[in-house]
């Protein structure tokens, strides 16, 4: 069965820098796309970024030059670096996996901005 583990949420002030990880254990298919997404209050869960078996990213439009995602294959990890943090990126942090089989989530974990 896989698991996704995510940390590195906290509180941070505006201008602040976060660095999220998402250890994921159980098997995964290659190909696969890792990747976070998030969910504010009252609001949609949305896609944040993702970074496939090869590498090639994308991310929404309102983070790019500002988060950085990457991932270790050997550890199976995946990573999002968050830099110049905005009180709109206040939000629960979700990683994801998908391959073959499916889609897994992670438990969340909680980022909070303050302005």
Do not use: H
């Amino acid at each position: 069965q896989v698991q996704l583990v995510e940390s590195g949420g906290g509180l941070v002030q505006t201008g602040g820098s976060l660095r999220l990880s998402c250890a994921i254990s159980g098997r995964i298919f290659s190909p696969n796309i890792m990747g976070w997404y998030r969910q504010a209050p009252g609001k949609q869960r949305e896609l944040v970024a993702t970074i496939t078996s090869s590498g090639s990213t994308n991310y929404q439009d309102s983070v790019k030059g500002r988060f950085i995602v990457s991932r270790d294959n050997v550890k199976n990890t995946v990573y999002l670096q968050m830099n110049s943090l905005k009180p709109e990126d206040t939000a629960v942090y979700y990683c994801s996996v998908r391959d073959g089989s499916g889609r897994q989530w992670g438990q969340g974990t909680q980022v909070t901005v303050s302005s």
